[in-house]
């Protein structure tokens, strides 16, 4: 496992998927999104999506032992050894704990941090009009970024849905966990020099060229 080593965390709508998906593409690297892993496996009703779907339903974090195991058997896999994209862990001090530790076993820190960011009002307007293909996971947004064929994926063809957890009930409750079980995790990462601050408010591209320069920066 070696090349690019970085996580994305942020608030829900922040734009980590998104720009996940554009450094995978430069980089050659895995990306590896929880939460799509986890919605993939509630659909397809393996035991870890039986396990885990009423937390995604509620906004609610998976139980942190669950996180841990998933992303350390993800990140053994060959295509994680041209580096790794992490995008949606860790989501609190024990994932990032956890991370830390088996990242240091196999010698290959974390490089960047990257903290995407943005207000509340624009998160919200992003996250009740997201479309998410149910194939790939490419995101659109009916207003911001429409597909060109109204309910087809443009990258794959597959097809468009709005999610559960992006309706407006359970966007509230996903900010606040936002707030009181990931946000910490700024700390922890100014603390080993790691956090790069990035304003996600812009269009797709705009935000692409701040990450970019993010981890062409070092250290800050
Ligand atoms: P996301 O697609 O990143 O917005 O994640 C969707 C949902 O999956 C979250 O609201 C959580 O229920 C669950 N989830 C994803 N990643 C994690 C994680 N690292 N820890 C706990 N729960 C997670």
């Given at each position: ?17 998104t ?16 939460g ?11 035991s ?15 139980p ?22 992490l ?19 196999d ?9 995407l ?15 998410t ?8 947004h ?23 957890d992006d ?49 062409g920066?070092?250290?800050?």
């Amino acid at each position: 496992m070696s090349g690019l080593r970085v996580i994305f965390f942020g608030p829900p709508g922040a734009g980590k998927g998104t720009q996940a998906k554009l450094l995978e593409r430069e980089f050659g690297a895995c990306q590896v999104s929880t939460g799509e892993i986890l919605r993939k496996a509630a659909r397809a009703e393996t035991s870890l999506g039986k396990q885990t779907s009423g937390y995604l339903s509620r906004g609610d974090l998976v139980p942190d032992d669950v996180m841990v195991k998933l992303v350390a058997e993800r990140l053994k896999k060959p295509d994680c050894k041209a580096g790794f994209i992490l995008d949606g862990f860790p989501r609190t001090i024990a994932q990032a704990d956890d991370l830390e530790r088996m990242l240091k076993k196999d010698g290959l820190p974390l490089e960047h941090a990257l903290g995407l960011n943005a207000p509340n009002d624009v998160l919200i307007k992003r996250l009740s009009g997201r479309r998410t293909c149910r194939n790939c996971g490419s995101m659109f947004h009916a207003v911001f970024n429409p597909p060109t064929k109204d309910g087809v994926c443009d990258r794959c063809g597959g097809e468009l849905y709005q999610r559960d957890d992006d309706r407006e009930e359970q966007i509230a409750a996903r900010l606040r966990v936002y707030e009181e079980q990931t946000a910490p995790l700024k700390d922890y990462y100014r603390k080993r020099r790691l956090l790069r601050e990035i304003n996600g408010v812009g269009s797709v591209d705009e935000v692409r060229q701040r990450v970019f320069r993010a981890i062409g920066d070092g250290a800050k």
